[in-house]
Each structure stands twice: as C-alpha cells, then as structure tokens.
C-alpha cells in the first residue's frame, strides 16, 4: 500500500508570491490534516480536512488555506509569502477524523522564501 | 493550553545499549498517545501507539510506558542500533480535541 505522498518535494519561491502544496493520502483514508515544521516551532498544526470539510484549524493567519477533494487528496495555498513560511509542510493521513487512530505522516514539502 | 515536552533534547547512546525517551504531557484528558520517529530528510513515521486505559503497551524491540498520575510518557528502545539515530516526538490526543499535540522532540544518537 502506497503511503502517503506529497509534492513537490522542494520549492523556492519569493517574498508575496503564492505557493499550492499538494497531497495524496493513503488509500482509503479520508482524514487529511497539514502541519508546519521549523526548527524554532517544532510541528505545529493548521487544518484537518475529513469529506472535504474543514474539521479544525490551527493559529495560523488567513494567508494558510486548504481544501479537500472528494478523493480525499488535499491541497494547501499560502497566499503573500513572507520570509517566515520558510518551512517543511508536513501532510498526515488517518481513515477518518478523530478518534484513537495514528496519522501517517508523508515526507514533507520543503519550502524556501527567499 | 495543551503543551507536550520532552526532557532531554539529545540523548547520545552506545550502540547495543537500550534508550528511553521520555515525555511530559499537562493535559489530564489526554486518551491518546503515539510515538514518532523521523529521519533526516523525511516526514515521521509512526512507532507506536497507547490508549490511556493501558500502562505499557509492545512492540518490536520498542515499549511504551504510559504513568497517568505523574502525566508520563516514555519510549525505550532495546539494543538500540545505528538505525535508530532520529528526532523522536511524541504525540498527544484527547476525546475532546480534535487534533494532535506534538512535543519539541528528542534527538537520539547512536554511536558505533
């Protein structure tokens, strides 16, 4: 079973561009949550997308958005890039929401605002 | 609001030897428990898990040892080779939060 996979692997881009990361899950998990990884901050959480809605979200500015496919595959947007985006995203799936389940987490989409 | 630390940022052990990791958690409706394992260069990857309603729970050369009244989590990892030198995180959940809290994480290195 194919894990869980995100692209591109690597971007650079410039300060108020926008950047779509994208992610597939494993299949058969409907569950997609994203999170931010830095050195500074550690993981930290943005959104949980589970039948294409938005179940949570976390403490990030309204530049970070999501959505879900009805194939369960997600995409994140990051409008007006600033200097501190610079980070690994991170994508984890789970077969639902919620729940004593683990996510399984994808190798990231490393991002770099020069 | 919820927070998951870790003691000890790095930990250097001798090759053969066994590991533990340990990890603090200040939610008391936290149910939920997993352990991850990430490598340079790649995303976690999930180790093991533990429900609240357990204290200990195996895996292979790996046990999760899980003290609710002190909020205590703990990983050891028997006869630890060169493979196991990653970040190792963990993770909390509650029934009533939908989301995970990562702790900072725990740099093990494995020498020869």
């Known amino acids: 079973k194919a894990g869980v996979t995100q692209t591109p692997r690597y971007l650079i881009k410039t300060r108020g561009q926008q950047v779509t990361l994208s992610c597939s899950p494993i299949s058969g998990h409907r569950s997609v949550s994203w999170y931010q990884q830095t050195p500074g901050q550690g993981l930290q959480f943005l959104f949980e997308?589970?039948?294409?809605?938005?179940?949570n979200k976390g403490n990030f500015p309204g530049r970070f958005s999501g959505r879900q496919f009805s194939n369960s595959r997600s995409e994140m947007n990051v409008s007006t890039l600033e200097l501190g985006d610079s980070a690994l995203y991170l994508c984890a799936s789970s077969l639902y929401a919620g729940g004593n389940q683990p996510q399984h987490f994808g190798d990231g989409t490393r991002l770099s605002i020069l | 609001g919820e927070s998951v630390g870790l003691h000890l940022p790095t930990l250097s052990v001798q090759e053969g030897d066994n590991s533990i990791i340990n990890c603090a958690y200040s939610n008391s409706a936290s149910d939920y428990f997993i352990w991850y394992k990430q490598e340079s260069g790649k995303g976690p990857q999930f180790i093991i898990d533990?429900?609240?309603?357990?204290d200990k729970r195996q895996g292979q050369r790996v046990t999760v040892l899980l003290n609710k009244t002190v909020k205590h989590l703990s990983l050891q990892i028997a006869a630890t080779q060169p493979g196991d030198s990653a970040v190792y995180f963990c993770?909390?959940?509650?029934?009533?939060?939908?989301?995970?809290?990562f702790g900072s994480g725990t740099k093990l290195n494995v020498k020869p």
């Open positions: 993770a909390e959940r509650g029934y009533n939060f939908n989301k995970f809290y």
């Open positions: 997308y589970f039948s294409e809605t938005q179940r």
């Open positions: 533990i429900r609240s309603n357990m």
